[in-house]
């Protein structure tokens, strides 16, 4: 039997395959992008909440300009903990599951091996912490949660995938970090991923990635073997490449329970064909 879910932060990349995905799974779904719902805002949240009597809220809502963090920290507050703050009081109130996205970078990335869901986290960054602190809200004020933390997602929206290949085009000779590593996600697969954690119903923290990892250089010289395109990747280490906010080094995450995705050779392959062929 379908699930009634209200999907946050619909005109995300993430947002838009759940708002595809969910009723090809059988689910009724309602999606709200964030001019028809701010999760920052305690009273919207409530009336949407009350209005659309979802089963399960997804929250995809979230600021996610890591470098713009940092210089609107307020900003970043308000959507990325607050937000799950509103969402988690509502929901435990109205009686529905709440499914929070967050992310890699509330770890420090000093590990030598990939993050499994209950190492501690050690945010670097105002991005960083600010999902941890969604996160802490969502699992101290309600009682029917999922945590999916994931990283280096890309899809229908602004992405590293399309920075590279428009970068491309403007120059022949790329520089790109080679120190920092992460798995690669596409949001179509992890909209997927969500949707197999939600028909578990199993609470807790799931990490879901695309499987695999490398550096953001590696990532960036398969997109252009793939994509036919003719461009020189340089490697640099990070401290030549600086930037506002601080990066976790191994952003890779480990997946003991949670779904297995594909490897992220495969997804980003699938990914370009269809991009590319618009």
Request: aromatic letters at 8%; one cysteine or more.
């Amino acid at each position: 039997m379908g699930l009634r879910v209200l999907v946050t932060g619909a005109g995300g990349q993430l947002g838009r395959e759940l708002a595809a995905l969910l009723p090809a799974a059988g689910h009724e779904v309602v999606a709200l992008g964030h001019g028809e719902l701010d999760v920052s805002d305690a009273r919207a949240v409530g009336e949407a909440l009350r209005r659309h009597s979802p089963e399960v809220v997804i929250n995809a809502a979230a600021y996610t300009d890591v470098d713009g963090c940092e210089s609107e920290a307020g900003l970043a507050y308000r959507v990325n903990a607050l937000g799950p703050r509103n969402l988690a009081q509502l929901c435990e109130r109205l009686g529905c599951e709440l499914l929070h996205v967050s992310t890699n970078y509330v770890f420090d990335g000093r590990s030598e091996r990939p993050y499994e869901p209950w190492d501690r986290p050690n945010p670097i960054s105002v991005y960083g912490a600010t999902k941890l602190a969604g996160e802490e809200y969502v699992r101290h004020l309600t009682g029917r949660w999922y945590i999916v933390r994931t990283a280096g997602v890309y899809g229908e929206g602004r992405n590293f995938v399309r920075t590279m290949l428009r970068a491309a085009r403007e120059r022949s000779t790329l520089k790109v970090k080679d120190d920092e590593y992460i798995s690669p996600t596409y949001a179509r697969d992890l909209a997927g991923g969500i949707i197999r954690v939600l028909e578990g119903r199993l609470y807790g923290i799931y990490h879901i990635t695309n499987s695999g990892a490398c550096s953001w250089c590696e990532f960036a010289r398969e997109i252009f073997r793939i994509a036919g395109v003719e461009a020189e990747v340089v490697p640099v280490p990070s401290s030549g490449y600086p930037l506002p906010a601080a990066r976790p080094p191994n952003g890779v995450l480990a997946s003991p329970e949670g779904p297995e995705l594909r490897h992220w050779r495969e997804a980003l392959s699938d990914y370009l064909r269809e991009e590319l062929g618009r």
